[in-house]
């Protein structure tokens, strides 16, 4: 048996795969070696989010085993920026105009599939945790497109 190169992260970011900016975006969690990246519609990423919410909410997620905190949606995004090390303006830019920045992505990419309102940092339910391995194992350190 050999062992994986790939490291074992303990950060996961759950985001749009179809969206070419979300794309593009999660490959600047490439600094973060710790952290990897699933599309939202990836096996994994469906069953965990199942666990987490008792439904799969549409909406950028940040998972970090460590803290047992799922970040979502404007808080992830704030998160991620906190953790990437931007300026503070930069993390108070994306934290006011997370909705209308990402209305405008979903209008310039002609996605048609409305964001859930989940922005908040929520513990991370018992069932979720069970099933972090299977997330951080379908994780990748950059986004390969599908299409």
Do not use: K
């Not at 339910?125 to 986004?143: C, I, K, V, Y």
């Amino acid at each position: 048996m050999t062992e994986s190169t790939e490291p074992r992260f303990t950060g996961v970011l759950l985001y749009d795969g179809d969206c070419p900016f979300c794309s593009a975006a999660s490959s600047a969690m490439r600094r973060l070696e710790s952290v990897g990246v699933v599309p939202w519609d990836d096996p994994a990423a469906q069953a965990f989010l199942e666990a987490q919410f008792g439904e799969n909410p549409f909406a950028l997620f940040f998972v970090d085993i460590e803290a047992e905190t799922v970040w979502a949606g404007r808080v992830a995004a704030t998160e991620l920026c906190d953790r990437a090390g931007m300026p503070v303006l930069v993390q108070d830019i994306v934290d006011e105009s997370y909705e209308r920045f990402a209305d405008a992505v979903q209008t310039v990419s002609g996605t048609d599939r409305e964001i859930d309102p989940y922005h908040d940092a929520y513990p991370m339910a018992d069932d979720a945790t069970a099933l972090f391995d299977d997330l951080a194992a379908a994780g990748s350190r950059t986004h390969v497109p599908t299409g």
